[in-house]
């Protein structure tokens, strides 16, 4: 198992075929476009310059948009997964 | 649904031919111009340095102007929505 | 109505021709010039990284000098108007 | 009047002919010269990140020593005057 | 022995051949590419701006992944060691 | 006298024949050497972000080496002076 | 003797023939090599935001790695020195 450290996620990307089916069509334009996947692990969350923790707002098994090109790519148990900074997650799919 | 991290909101543009209705005529000019949208759903609020998480000034189905370079585009249930932080909003038209 | 968010503020911006009423006149150099307007809405204020809101300096109807690049331009009902941050504003003229 | 924000500084250039009097010369050489002024108005200091404002150690009619490229230039009353910040002054000519 | 300063990680960097015993394997793609190590040595942790040193989450033995560029390579009793901040690890592998 | 603010020093600059004297050469390379110098007058100190003054280590009198290329330069009195932040001290000579 | 402020230290750089004795051999690679010293001096350390003297991990007489490319280079009593950041410094080597 990959557990990632401080506010980094390890997310299982959604492929193009998958993520019509969540409804997420991107438009065609020159903004930067978001990507979907799967929350796998999260860390305990980054430490602020008061020495306290926070908490992540995001868990295991939420689905997510996040930043095309945050985070690093490793395969790890055949999957394809990636991981990524909280701050790079943009918002949760409900 | 889209549930915006952090201190990022999930923003509904408003297209020229709606924006005239509202009374914003964007001057010729070199400066940045803002660009107009109706807040749709609003994130916990950013978490400063001393832990304590600092609660959005805005909420769902205010008017805003924002920066119009601002932000992360997605198409989601057919509508054209942005997702950006709140400190892109300029002002709220009341 | 304009409300601007945090530690911004919307101004009116004085033309050229009342800013000699005011008495102020710029002098020919290579410096940058401040421009004069006049405090037309007051945000909040900016919140500190220890969590506290910063009241603002400036009130509504103030005269002010601001930096001649800062801010955003918009119109609205028919007033050119300029959105920008307390920090931009350099004086107020009593 | 003119009212500085935050840590700003109002002050008045002092001529060249007037700086010898002060005993103040200025060295031939490369690193950057300092120019003179005397402090015309006070602003009411910078906030601190943790919210407490930082009361200024310069008052008005000091004569200073400040960074010859800083600040922003204006006339007022007939007077040539600089807008700077408290920490673009290097020294208090006392 | 080496004693890392601070946030420092020292790390026995996994060949090659040992890293598809672990069951890492990496994608082809443009996206930075991770890198898998052993510790070997850890800091007592970084100081906040508060004051408070924060403990590291890793410990020696623990097999992590960190950024393939980060860090300062040192040989030591004969075997390639990296030294780099414990930010610069993306996940243990547990 | 020249008081220099915040965390200011104000440095007579110890000439090249006079340094032989305190035991300090300058190697030859290509990496930044310092410079000598005396201390004629300190500041209160800079204020962090919590807004506590920190008080100086220095104090006038003592020797000191300081970056070569820090300071702004200013003649006083006929003598030529630097004015300088503590930071840019690196050492005190005893 | 020399006497480092704040968070710096003052190091003696050993040689290349004296960094075999003590087992540490540099790799053939492109990242960053360190260089290895013994400490002489060691500051009061740095001071936080919050106003706070932060105690240094490092003291006299220990063996370190640092940065090849850290400090200033100061002849003194005949000594090739160099002052540097403790940040600077890697690892201790016990």
Redesign the interface.
């Known amino acids: 198992?990959?557990?990632?450290?401080?506010d980094?996620l390890?997310i299982e990307v959604v492929k193009e075929e998958e993520k019509t089916a969540s409804?997420?069509?991107?438009?065609d334009?020159a903004?930067?476009?978001?990507q979907e996947g799967k929350i796998v692990?999260v860390g305990?969350g980054r430490?602020?310059?008061?020495?306290?923790r926070?908490s992540p707002?995001?868990k295991a098994d939420q689905k997510v948009?996040f930043?095309k090109y945050a985070?690093?790519?490793?395969?790890?148990?055949g999957k394809?997964l990636l991981?990524l900074r909280?701050?790079d997650?943009?918002?949760?799919?409900?």
């Not at 198992?1 to 401080?6: A, C, D, E, N, S």
């Not at 985070?71 to 148990?77: A, L, N, P, Q, S």
């Not at 997650?89 to 409900?94: G, R």
Request: hydrophobic letters at 40%.
């Open positions: 198992m990959l557990k990632p450290l401080g980094r390890v409804g997420i069509v991107l438009p334009s903004k930067e476009k978001p692990a305990n430490v602020t310059e008061s020495g306290e926070v707002e995001v948009l930043s985070g690093t790519e490793v395969k790890y148990d394809e991981i909280e701050s997650v943009l918002a949760v799919i409900e």
